[in-house]
T-cell receptor, first 110, second 111 residues
Framework: NAGVTQTPKFQVLKTGQSMTLQCAQD?????MSWYRQDPGMGLRLIHY???????DQGEVPNGYNVSRSTTEDFPLRLLSAAPSQTSVYFC?????????FGPGTRLTVT | SQQGEEDPQALSIQEGENATMNCSYK?????LQWYRQNSGRGLVHLIL?????REKHSGRLRVTLDTSKKSSSLLITASRAADTASYFC???????????FGSGTKLNVKP
């Protein structure tokens, strides 16, 4: 099993550009989440999903969209990148409470 | 929003000593979890304790939960240099696997 995979690992965007961060899991977990982690901080929940076709907002959803068309994939879209979105983004999946995290995407918006 | 807060923010100890870090949260929870994050890496799940449990052990880890005080503690016994990392607590209040993380305790174990 690959677990939770994220692409890309690094990305630099200009203000106003859009992009999609990819996340996939092969553990057949129903729950998936996106977090951002700013320097020296804990993780903040952006969006989460309790199953295919079902998504909901977390603590900091503004500027981000998600969709969950399959159990395996949970992409995060930045609609119009802003410098405040410079962060490390983590995707996680879970089944019975224990979360498995991907390696993260380090995003810089200039 | 529900959020755990860890204390202390930073802890420096010698190898072989015990390390204790605490987590406080605001509202009722279904479970509380502890995670470890090595520098620049993703988080690794350490232990989950449910709201009806008071103590749990896993190897050198011991977690306690006091729901009346809305607090939890993580004890790492006989610490090793490899335990150097940041440790986070995360709470799940409604059992929808929607987690809120604290800002973490940065543990440095000196060889």
């Amino acid at each position: 099993n690959a677990g939770v995979t994220q692409t890309p690992k690094f990305q630099v965007l200009k203000t106003g550009q859009s992009m999609t961060l990819q996340c996939a899991q092969d553990m057949n977990h129903e729950y998936m989440s996106w977090y951002r982690q700013d320097p020296g901080m804990g993780l903040r929940l952006i969006h989460y999903s309790v199953g295919a076709g079902i998504t909901d907002q977390g603590e900091v959803p503004n500027g981000y969209n998600v969709s969950r068309s399959t159990t395996e994939d949970f992409p995060l879209r930045l609609l119009s990148a802003a410098p405040s979105q410079t962060s490390v983004y983590f995707c996680a999946s879970s089944s019975r409470g224990e979360q498995y995290f991907g390696p993260g995407t380090r995003l810089t918006v200039t | 929003s529900q959020q755990g807060e860890e204390d202390p923010q930073a802890l420096s100890i010698q190898e072989g000593e015990n390390a204790t870090m605490n987590c406080s949260y605001k509202t009722s929870i279904n479970n509380l979890q502890w995670y470890r994050q090595n520098s620049g890496r993703g988080l690794v799940h350490l232990i989950l304790i449910r709201s009806n449990e008071r103590e749990k052990h896993s190897g050198r880890l011991r977690v306690t939960l006091d729901t009346s005080k809305k607090s939890s503690s993580l004890l790492i016994t006989a610490s090793r240099a490899a335990d150097t990392a940041s440790y986070f607590c995360a709470t799940d209040e409604d059992n929808f696997n929607k987690f809120y993380f604290g800002s973490g305790t940065k543990l440095n174990v000196k060889p």
